[in-house]
């Protein structure tokens, strides 16, 4: 009976990423520099290679990936890498 019941749950828990995936999908998204957390960035930027190695926080060459008109809201955010 447990068994069916993990099972269940699994199924609905898919369901509910998929729709989310769905939905996200649809919205348009941008690469905004200089919000970035430290490690917390979404591709290379100068000095690494790879997503997450950016050990400067708001770095101006590193962008995070967000939906499209957000990153103008963002004080320090830009959609071009800057200097």
Do not use: W
């Not at 100068?46 to 708001?58: F, I, N, T, W, Y």
């Amino acid at each position: 009976m447990q068994a069916q019941y993990l099972l269940k749950a699994a199924l609905t828990l898919s369901l509910v990423g998929l729709a989310a995936s769905a939905q996200a999908a649809d919205k348009k998204m941008e690469q905004c520099y200089g919000v970035n957390a430290a490690y917390k960035n979404d591709c290379k930027s100068p000095g690494h290679s790879c997503a997450g190695q950016d050990a400067k926080a708001r770095d101006p060459q590193a962008f995070v990936g967000m939906p499209a008109g957000l990153c103008s809201k963002i004080d320090g955010g830009s959609t071009k890498p800057q200097n």
